[in-house]
């Protein structure tokens, strides 16, 4: 099953705006990340916090977390036509092996309009 | 720096045929993963490589799907024989040695169509 739950499912905002996603995850994490997809395309890295941080900024975005409550946020500010995609958060478990594992959520589909 | 590269970008078939998925990752990346993503959800990990070995195949379906990464660098994916529920994008991911990141670098993925 999987570890993250967005909300939004779907959002549209004009260009401009800011837009504001969320996840939420059952378990302890050591970090968490946000992924960007864009249509029929793979998954890219936007960000990644640690699980004793709770704000991150990364140019227009910024992530929190609160492990208190399992959830985490990703604003993107003065939104472009061209952050029209599919947004990821994703949790690291620990696996057997040396490299951890991502567990995704469900993702949030952002369209902005111009 | 090269990508990771799959191919084919789309395949379309008839149920209980046969298909593989070929995976290249960044040179030197010695941790590999398969995902699959079904429309409208977030990728599943199928299964995970460290260099030739199996991690984590545990949410592999061993009754049709076979996976394999036999020299430590590029991978290939087997559904054998697809069901219609096998209609997805299968994503290949990989990471450096021995981790010290948890960021996984994605390929275009691969767009599975089954009749």
């Known amino acids: 099953s999987q570890q993250g739950e967005e909300d939004p499912q779907a959002l549209s905002i004009q260009e401009g705006e800011n837009a504001t996603m969320n996840c939420s995850y059952k378990t302890s994490i050591n970090n968490l990340q946000w992924y960007r997809q864009n249509s029929g395309r793979g998954l890219v890295h936007l960000i990644l916090i640690r699980s004793n941080e709770r704000e991150k900024h990364s140019g227009r975005l910024r992530v929190t977390l609160d492990t208190s409550k399992k959830s985490s946020s990703l604003l993107i500010t003065a939104s472009r036509a061209a952050d029209t995609a599919s947004y990821f958060c994703?949790?690291?478990?620990?696996?057997?092996?040396?490299?951890?594992?991502?567990?995704f959520g469900s993702g949030t589909q952002l369209t902005v309009l111009p | 720096e090269a990508g990771v590269a799959q191919s084919p970008r789309y395949k379309i078939i008839e149920k209980r045929q046969s298909v593989a998925f070929w995976c290249n990752p960044i040179?030197?990346?010695?941790?590999l993963y398969w995902y699959q993503q079904i429309l409208g959800q977030g990728p599943k990990l199928l299964i995970q490589?460290?260099?030739?070995?199996?991690v984590d195949d545990s949410q592999l379906p061993k009754d049709r799907f076979s996976a394999e990464r036999l020299k430590g660098v590029d991978s290939t994916l087997k559904i054998q024989p697809a069901k219609l529920e096998d209609s997805a994008v299968y994503l290949c991911?990989?990471?450096?040695w021995g981790g010290g990141t948890d960021t996984q670098y994605f390929g275009p993925g691969t767009r599975l169509t089954v009749l």
């Open positions: 991911a990989s990471i450096p």
């Open positions: 994703a949790t690291t478990r620990s696996a057997s092996g040396s490299a951890r594992q991502l567990t």
């Open positions: 490589f460290q260099n030739n070995g199996v």
């Open positions: 040179s030197g990346h010695a941790t």
